[in-house]
């Protein structure tokens, strides 16, 4: 429930072999001006996987393509898995990742009552992930145990929609509309859906943020 800052909900999977399910994690970004670009604490912590690895490095190109083609990037950025133990692979995050990031920057809070799953690739569009179905599934459990509010939901990428086959109390809240499936086919329609301001809006932001963090960075000759 509510919004907050640089924070989102994402969707992962649990794998234990023969049962598998899935657990929605709190993702987190914290930005300040510096030259690090956007440090992965997972793999600083030895937890990150190779595929998760070269997620980040995407978000990173998309932020410098989009946002910074006239100036040089000039920020300290972390993700994180709050309170995630365990390795961490896969790019099936990234979108949320980068969703927190831009929340970060922006310092526009992002709905708390959504989770978000997909791949994002360096144009901003939002790829296919697996185990969509246990990832919904993951979300509307959590949901049901703390209550509905009529707001909850997930987000997921478009081209999964074929693929989800959530079982029939699902679909009944769905239908009812306890419960909400948000396909998206880029990150600014995301962006959209999460912060209830327009993209361009919101981009703009972003941008103007990390101009003022060169500036800092330029000023203090670092």
Same mark, same amino acid.
């Given at each position: 429930?509510?919004?907050?800052?640089?924070?989102?909900?994402?969707?992962?999977?649990?794998?234990?072999?023969?049962?598998?399910?899935?657990?929605?994690?709190?993702?987190?970004?914290?930005?300040?001006?510096?030259?690090?670009?956007?440090?992965?604490?997972?793999?600083?912590?030895?937890?990150?996987?190779? $595929? $998760?690895?070269?997620?980040?490095?995407?978000?990173?190109?998309?932020?410098?393509?989009?946002?910074?083609?006239?100036?040089?990037?000039?920020?300290?950025?972390?993700?994180?898995?709050?309170?995630?133990?365990?390795?961490?692979?896969?790019?099936?995050?990234?979108?949320?990742?980068?969703?927190?990031?831009?929340?970060?920057?922006?310092?526009?809070?992002?709905?708390?009552?959504?989770?978000?799953?997909?791949?994002?690739?360096?144009?901003?569009?939002?790829?296919?992930?697996?185990?969509?179905?246990?990832?919904?599934?993951?979300?509307?459990?959590?949901?049901?145990?703390?209550?509905?509010?009529?707001?909850?939901?997930?987000?997921?990428?478009?081209?999964?929609?074929?693929?989800?086959?959530?079982?029939?109390?699902?679909?009944?809240?769905?239908?009812?509309?306890?419960? $909400?499936?948000?396909?998206?086919?880029?990150?600014?329609?995301?962006?959209?859906?999460?912060?209830?301001?327009?993209?361009?809006?919101?981009?703009?932001?972003?941008?103007?943020?990390?101009?003022?963090?060169?500036?800092?960075?330029?000023?203090?000759?670092?």
């Amino acid at each position: 429930e509510g919004t907050a800052v640089g924070r989102i909900n994402g969707l992962t999977i649990v794998d234990r072999g023969y049962y598998l399910f899935g657990k929605p994690a709190v993702i987190s970004s914290r930005t300040a001006p510096g030259r690090e670009g956007v440090v992965n604490i997972e793999r600083e912590a030895g937890l990150s996987g190779g $595929h $998760h690895d070269k997620g980040v490095f995407i978000l990173e190109g998309f932020i410098k393509s989009r946002y910074t083609r006239t100036f040089p990037l000039s920020v300290y950025a972390t993700l994180c898995f709050e309170q995630s133990y365990g390795d961490v692979d896969g790019d099936s995050a990234s979108s949320a990742e980068l969703l927190a990031l831009l929340s970060a920057l922006a310092d526009i809070p992002l709905r708390q009552d959504i989770a978000v799953t997909g791949s994002v690739n360096s144009m901003g569009e939002i790829q296919p992930v697996g185990c969509i179905t246990e990832k919904v599934e993951g979300f509307f459990r959590i949901c049901k145990r703390t209550g509905f509010s009529g707001t909850q939901g997930v987000i997921i990428p478009a081209v999964n929609t074929v693929h989800l086959s959530a079982d029939s109390e699902v679909a009944d809240a769905v239908r009812k509309r306890n419960f $909400h499936v948000y396909p998206v086919r880029t990150v600014d329609e995301a962006l959209e859906l999460l912060s209830g301001m327009e993209a361009g809006t919101f981009n703009y932001l972003i941008e103007q943020k990390l101009r003022s963090m060169a500036d800092v960075m330029k000023k203090y000759k670092c």
